[in-house]
């Protein structure tokens, strides 16, 4: 592959030899928050590396990042371009050994997937509070080998918003240093000039030393709050008078395109409300410090901010900072230094924060208290040297962290164990099995996409309940260097191979199938036909045009269709299994299939859902694979120890959010011990199971009105409690689990 030539600012042959070389990756160098930030980090690592910056984007002070003594790669392309970014990154890891990575936040994503495989360590420093799309996150959350936050209320939310990552160890949290300016990039313009522009917009003429600023930075954006801004404004106007108060915002870089139309909104508001002598947006100044020096106090309006530089950097020049609980984290550091009532005000609560500031306007006293007290815990809190020296600790464990991972999946390969469909999503492309492996081991050291290595075998159970030799190491390496111990990390599996059993008990076996997609009721009468099974039907429609599609469908059946019921649109599939027909199923028979028509339609790709129907009813039913049902049914008649069968879901899943209602259900059905942190439960909730395992659920007498109501979350219901519980009820009444894996058949 002919690689692209580098855009370079510098020469890599300038380098000293006898530094080790680190790479800075920033995704621009405009002069906002970010970029700065960026640049403050090649500034103190330039003394002691020799610092490669790759820039995937332009800005006004580009040539400050290569007056630091950087070499500069301007790769602005490739920021929305992931091949043109795997290309860049590899041009330049063949050129130069790197010793490890900073990439600053989010957006600088497109370059980590190449950086971890050229075996360079990254530390991914996030700056941001998560929006959408979330999924661009995740993938900086796999890739990168580190991940730190600057503080713990955008961990706090990115733990929440990502509810489904349970184990996250790459991730810290750092307070960051407060950050210098860059001088000014118009060397012709004396910076007395400036600062005068600057006061002159601050305080118009005849202004001055009269009218109270209030000062706002940052990007004219939604999250930044600048509509909140200006609703400050007007409450100040009508408690102190518009003579008396002026509210200026320093834009810092351009406006980007989705957010045109929020600044013509704010245009308007400002017209409508009168407030053009009171409110005024000013563009981007090279001379910040002037602005810090001429306002009265600065108001940090965002909605959400982790760890603002701007507020960091007004409070080192002596300003009072007030801002809004809940949406930063200098709200958390102000209210530790015993400033909540004079500086923080209620969630997004423009009235409580316009008190807060026309309290500072009648007190000059109080406004020269709170301005160097934020001055002392501003030198408290954020040293940028000892953020530095912090940041080379979480490299040289990114260095670790990689290392271990090349040997676990050297280790794995070796073995040559590992059911790659199995291990790895059909979605993620790979080349070689090394490179799927290398997917694997990296879903488990970043805590994303943590899989099964084949089927049967819990890696998260095996780490919890056997332990690993070298702490931070693949579970399934760890296990294989073990020798392969037994314990409960592993289950009993079912496949394509297993012989049918056509000996054993008879069995009175019975099918509950809930239909809301009568489309799809198709795929599940022809994979369960293919088998000599004839068992008993009962299905729960959603309404009489269903019922009618169903009973359509069934007319070719040849077992016994006993009930097509319409039910209320309460407790999904559940519901109607154990409200609806649990009692006639736990009394007439021994063994009862549950099946649903799963679409999923939260997932953003349909074939997705697709695919996982399908998935369980290969597993559970056949279809390439043959009479799965018959091959189930006979190990169950065969063994009267096997309670439970259910399709082992390759992706490795939790309580998550239903913690809670398993265990007050737990509480109900008797079940006195700790519900276990790891184990595996029929995901999408389809199986095979005795009605001794169902009767325990049946006989606690659910109610159509104890299922939540559509929409239903995601998870965290009862229903989803219940789906996690089933195997734990099975050990609990003296059965045991398995489960099927079809070769071919992944997810």
Known sequence: ???????????????????????????????????????????????????????????????????????????FAARDNPELANQTVLALTQQVDLKFALVNGVESHAVLPELARSGVPTVNLIQEFIVQPKYIFLKALFWSS???????????????????????????????????????????????????RLARLLRPAGDFGRKFVVLGTGVVQHQKGADLFIQCAAHVREQAGAGRIRFVWICCGPNP???????????????????????????????????????????????????????????????????FENATAIAEI?????????????????????????????????????????????????????????????????????????????????????RLDFAVSPYVPYSTREEAIALYVKGWASGVRCRKPVPGFHPALYKASHGLHLAGADPYADYLRAGRPAGPWQMAVITEKTPISTSGQELRVAVHMHVFYPELAGAFIERLSLNALRADLFVSVSNDEARNSVLNQLSGYKGRVCDVQVVVNRGRDIGPM??????DLVRDYDIVGHFHTKASQRLSDERFGQSWYCFILENLLGGTAERMADRILGKMAVDG???????????????????????????????????????????????????????????????????PEEPIAEDGTILHAIERLTPIVTETVGLRCMVTAVEGISR
């Not at 970029?35 to 090649?42: E, P, W």
């Not at 154990?578 to 009692?583: D, I, P, Q, R, V």
Request: overall charge negative; aromatic content about 8%; some cysteine.
């Open 146 to 196: 580190e991940v730190v936050f600057p503080a713990a209320i955008a961990f706090k939310n990115a733990r929440t918003e990502f509810w489904h990552v349970e184990d996250w160890p790459t991730a810290s949290v750092l307070p960051p240093g407060h950050c210098a300016m860059p001088k000014p990039e118009t060397p012709g313009r004396r910076v007395s000039e400036e600062h005068t």
């Open 641 to 707: 120890s096997l309670g439970m069968v259910f399709p082992d879901d390759p992706y490795v899943m939790g309580w998550y959010r239903s913690r809670s209602h398993a265990r007050a259900l737990a509480d109900r059905l008797g079940l006195n011990k700790e519900l276990p942190d790891h184990f595996s439960f029929p995901v999408g909730n389809m199986f095979w199971a005795r009605t001794a395992v169902l009767k325990p659920l049946v006989d606690l007498g659910l109610s159509w009105n104890d299922y």
């Open 1 to 75: 592959m002919d690689l692209p030539a580098l855009d370079l600012v510098g020469s890599l042959a300038s380098f000293n030899r006898e530094r080790q070389t680190v790479l800075v990756v920033s995704h621009e160098a405009s002069r906002t928050e970010a970029s700065i930030f960026a640049l403050n980090i090649v500034q103190q690592m330039s003394s002691r590396y020799n610092v490669v910056v790759m820039l995937l984007g332009g800005g006004v002070i580009s040539d400050a990042f290569w007056e630091t003594g950087a070499v500069v790669v301007r790769a």
């Open 334 to 418: 102000l209210i530790d230094a015993s400033l909540r009532n004079a500086c923080v005000a209620k969630h997004l609560d423009v009235a409580d924060m316009a008190r807060k500031i026309v309290a500072l306007l009648e007190s000059s006293a109080r406004r020269e208290y709170l301005g160097a007290r934020a001055k002392v815990v501003a030198s408290e809190r954020f040293d940028m040297l000892s953020y530095i020296a912090a940041l080379e600790n979480r490299a040289a464990a990114a260095c670790g962290r990689l290392q271990q991972e090349r040997r676990d999946a050297a280790d794995i390969c070796r073995q040559d164990q590992l």
């Open 257 to 323: 395109e989705p957010d045109a139309r929020y600044s013509a909104y704010l245009a308007d508001e400002i017209r409508r409300a009168s407030l053009q002598d009171v409110v005024a947006f000013v563009g981007e100044t090279s001379a910040i410090d002037a602005a810090y020096e001429e306002a009265d106090v600065f108001l940090l309006s965002s909605r959400w901010d982790p760890l603002p530089t701007a507020a960091i950097d007004a409070m080192t020049h002596g300003l009072p900072v007030l801002c």
């Open 578 to 583: 154990l409200t609806g027909f649990g009692a």
